[in-house]
Each structure stands twice: as structure tokens, then as C-alpha cells.
């Protein structure tokens, strides 16, 4: 399997992809009952203090600590209530959609035996924090002086690999007949790594960037330039001064000479 050259081959599934697979298609997570059982039965108690303020005997001073209390085991419990309800009726959904959707995907990629696996060598990387729902973008100079690209959420890594990520020497794992990826497997020595905010980068930077080639694998994409030349495209402004870096090409803030890979 050449290495850098983008193309996914067709591998066996062993031991270690079987456990990412695993990960990649594990269940969603279940929302447990007694998420609302508990503040079911504090809104039943709030109701029952209603009743029994509501009698004749009650004096003033009782009924008010009462109304106090019943609209405290009301309403934040009901709440509550309401919002494990809904997690619930979500759980259910996902639960049908990766009975339905994602275990026959599980079940056909593991009975045909492959993915398909392209493998990179990196010399350097360089990521931008996530940004809401986005996921991190990273940035990866590869050893034949072009640019990968990998952005968005990405499939969670196995817990003895997420400290060696990201790696000099990784694959992506796709399968064989779709595009979206499956994870990375890393077993190379671990880089040293410029994390960058987010909010210093421009809007959409992996479509800023030029000449980009997608790669047949959900988030992923090819540049033929240096990752030293991509970084001024991709920052909006300076991160000491704040000055505006739109249409800069240098590794350093014109105004105030600060430079931004160390």
C-alpha cells in the first residue's frame, strides 16, 4: 500500500479495525428511567401539598409555606420531567434509526471482511479548535510536501490511541463501498501539534482553500501546497494585535511581526 499517494485499498478486518468498527457503530446511548421516576414522584408530592392546603382548617402561615413548596415540587421537577420525557422519545428514535440504518451497515462491512484503507505519513500538523457542532480541522504536511486535510467530527478514536493522535503515520478506514469514514488508526510516534483557536480562522476554511481534490472518504481532502503557505489563507485576523489578515501571505502579522507557527 503506497503511502500519500490518497487511493483507499481494499485490507483485511482484523483485530484492531473489528474494535474500531465496534466503536464507530456502537448503540446511542440510553436515557434510564429513573430519570423519571425521581422527579415524578416530587411532582405527585407537590401535589399532594396542594390537597392539603386546600382544606378548611389550614391557617394562613401553613397555606403559604404550602404554596411555596408545592410550586417548588411542581415546576422544577416538572421540568425536569418533561425534559428526560422528550430524551426518552429521542432514545427511541435513534435506537429504531440504528436498528433499521446503522446495525445491517455493521452487520454487511463485517460479513464481507475489507475496508478500504488509504495511509499518510506526516511530518507536521496543525488544528483549529472545534467550533459549536463543527468538529476540529486538521491540517496534516504531509512528507511529500502536500496537505491533508481532515475536518468535521470525526469518529471517536480507541481510548489507548487518542494520546498518539495525531500521529506521523496513520490510515483512514472507510468502507469498501461507501464514503463516510469509519476512524483512524495512527502507529506512528506522535507530533507535535499547533492548536489554534477557532475563532481566529475565517468562515468555511477548508473551502477557502485552493485547489483542494476531495478524497473518496467523507471529510477528507488533498492540497498540493505546503501547510506553511495554507495558514494565511485560513486565519482572519492576528492573535496579539487583532489586525485584519485578509489578503496577507506571510507567516507573521504585518503590523505587529508576530508569528503565528512557532
Request: charged share 20%; net charge negative.
Amino acid at each position: 500500500m503506497s503511502v500519500n499517494d490518497g487511493q483507499f485499498h481494499e485490507m483485511p478486518i482484523d483485530r484492531e479495525i473489528r474494535t474500531l468498527i465496534d466503536t464507530a457503530f456502537a448503540p446511542p446511548d440510553q436515557v434510564t428511567w429513573p430519570w423519571v421516576a425521581l422527579p415524578l414522584v416530587l411532582v405527585a408530592g407537590g401535589i399532594g401539598t396542594f390537597v392539603y392546603i386546600s382544606r378548611d382548617d389550614v391557617s394562613a402561615t401553613v397555606f403559604g409555606l404550602g404554596v411555596a413548596l408545592g410550586l417548588m415540587l411542581v415546576i422544577v421537577p416538572g421540568l425536569v420531567l418533561l425534559a428526560a420525557l422528550a430524551g426518552i422519545a429521542n432514545d427511541r428514535r435513534l435506537r429504531t434509526e440504528y436498528r433499521t440504518r446503522t446495525l445491517p451497515r455493521r452487520e454487511a462491512l463485517l460479513s464481507g471482511g475489507t475496508v478500504a484503507a488509504a495511509t499518510f505519513q506526516a511530518e507536521r500538523a496543525l488544528l483549529f479548535e472545534p467550533f459549536e457542532d463543527e468538529g476540529f480541522l486538521y491540517l496534516f504536511g504531509l512528507t511529500d510536501g502536500s496537505t491533508l486535510v481532515l475536518h468535521g467530527n470525526l469518529p471517536p478514536l480507541r481510548s489507548d490511541q487518542a494520546a498518539d493522535w495525531p500521529g506521523s503515520h496513520f490510515r483512514l478506514l472507510r468502507s469498501p463501498d461507501r464514503e463516510d469514514l469509519l476512524g483512524v488508526v495512527g502507529d506512528g510516534s506522535t507530533l507535535d501539534v499547533s492548536i489554534l483557536p477557532r475563532a481566529l480562522a475565517v468562515a468555511n476554511p477548508a473551502e477557502r482553500l485552493p485547489g483542494a481534490e476531495p478524497l473518496p472518504c467523507e471529510a477528507a481532502a488533498r492540497v498540493w501546497h505546503p501547510l506553511d503557505e495554507l495558514l494565511p489563507i485560513l486565519l482572519s485576523h492576528c492573535s496579539e494585535c487583532g489586525y485584519s489578515l485578509r489578503g496577507s501571505t506571510t507567516l507573521s502579522c504585518p503590523e505587529c511581526g508576530h508569528a503565528f507557527l512557532t
